[in-house]
């Protein structure tokens, strides 16, 4: 049965599967959501995903939300290489560690840190950006203390030698802020490292195409500020929601 991938590029999760996908050969089609636009509350994407969170995986009726149940169920159903998520249980349990805890750490703080950023330019009077952003930033670096601490230390990749989808979920997380011109990782000497191996063994190619949205955030957040200004309105309802 074909799959179908809903998404935006400029979303993490989106990323992490869209990547994982290509990099197996794995024949998809990609049905875009674009998230700035708000296209993640119309009628017809409310069908697929009444939550009206992108990624969506679609097999025919089979209809998958969640970025982490997504990777591993592409992962068995395509009897992808082993590395990616291990047969071993302990190696696979390091994986799904990973991705069970930055749900609430590098993923959220990534993303926030990334809008406060790049939406102050274009958001007149967005809310005290001084006090919010260094609040997300100091919350970034500790989350990569921990990153760097418990989970890569001295080895290679987040679960041993070889690259799993850990470390495929967790560099689409870190390129977020790039996209607002803050590198989280300066002067993290080892994790800078990490990523470069990512890099790597994902292939610059693939990794450039699937961040060129990201990267490109700014000029297109400028644009709609121009043109569709009303649609930033649904940028900052999404930095909101994610206020505690
Ligand atoms: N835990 C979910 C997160 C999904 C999520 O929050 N997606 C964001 C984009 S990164 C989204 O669709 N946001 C749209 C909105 O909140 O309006 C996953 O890993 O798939």
Not at 119 to 147: M, Y
Request: hydrophobic share 40%; net charge negative.
């Amino acid at each position: 049965m074909a799959l179908q991938l809903y998404g935006d590029l400029i979303s993490q999760p989106c990323r992490s599967v869209y990547i994982f996908l290509k990099k197996n050969n794995i024949p998809f089609e990609f049905k875009v959501v674009q998230l700035f636009e708000g296209e993640q509350y119309s009628e017809e994407f409310q069908k697929i995903n009444p939550l009206g969170k992108v990624p969506v995986l679609k097999e025919g009726d089979f209809v998958l939300t969640e970025s982490a149940a997504i990777l591993t169920y592409l992962a068995e159903s395509f009897h992808t290489p082993a590395h990616w998520y291990p047969t071993d249980l302990q190696y696979r349990a390091r994986v799904d560690e990973y991705l069970s805890w930055q749900h609430t750490a590098l993923r959220p703080q990534a993303s926030k840190l990334f809008l406060l950023k790049a939406l102050v330019p274009f958001v007149p009077g967005f809310l005290e950006p001084e006090a919010r952003l260094r609040e997300a930033e100091d919350a970034l670096n500790q989350s990569l203390d921990q990153f760097d601490q418990k989970f890569l230390r001295d080895q290679l990749y987040l679960a041993g030698a070889e690259i799993s989808l850990a470390d495929v979920v967790a560099i689409v997380e870190l390129m977020q802020p790039l996209g607002a011109g803050c590198d989280p990782l300066e002067g993290r000497v080892t994790l800078t490292a990490w990523r470069e191996r990512v890099k790597t063994a994902l292939g610059k190619d693939l990794f450039d195409e699937v961040h060129e949205s990201v990267m490109n955030a700014q000029q297109k957040l400028k644009w709609i500020s121009q043109n569709q200004p009303a649609a930033l309105e649904g940028l900052v309802k999404i930095i909101q929601k994610g206020e505690k």
